[in-house]
């Protein structure tokens, strides 16, 4: 059910920036810029959807994409390495802690925040991937 409407309510977006034909009208940037932060956070919804409920397959390519697109964003890299996790793949989920390390390091100037260290050393150890994924996808960011 959240499923579905996470999917109808991202189907409405049209283009990769909100309110991209009236955006040089200085009084709506701040609404676009909301908007922008509901899409991101509907998408990461319905990514933790897909991880708690065992399809972290039906994860992974958005979860590439948005990566690429919002690097410093460190919640996507930490899901990307639980859904690789999830679908037996520690050794890749190891190179995405190491590309996010070098992103968090590059262009924040800062280590990563110990939620992504926490799930890595989670991984390495060989905890429980659901039970990874269900302390993320349900608990604040830990920084």
């Excluded at 283009?15 to 009236?22: C, M, N, Y």
């Amino acid at each position: 059910m959240a499923e579905e409407r996470l999917l109808k309510a991202l189907a409405l977006w049209r283009d990769v920036e909100a309110l991209t034909d009236v955006r040089n009208i200085i009084e709506l940037e701040g609404e676009a810029v909301r908007l922008e932060e509901w899409r991101l956070q509907c998408q990461q919804d319905l990514i933790r959807c897909q991880l708690v409920t065992g399809r972290p397959e039906q994860a992974i390519p958005n979860l590439r994409m948005l990566t690429v697109q919002y690097p410093i964003r460190e919640r996507f890299w930490v899901l990307l390495m639980l859904a690789q996790s999830a679908l037996g793949r520690g050794p890749e989920a190891s190179a995405t802690y190491r590309q996010a390390q070098r992103v968090c390091v590059e262009e924040n100037g800062m280590p990563p925040s110990a939620e992504l260290n926490l799930v890595h050393e989670g991984i390495l150890r060989g905890e429980p991937v659901e039970h990874m994924i269900q302390v993320v996808c349900f608990a604040p960011p830990v920084r």
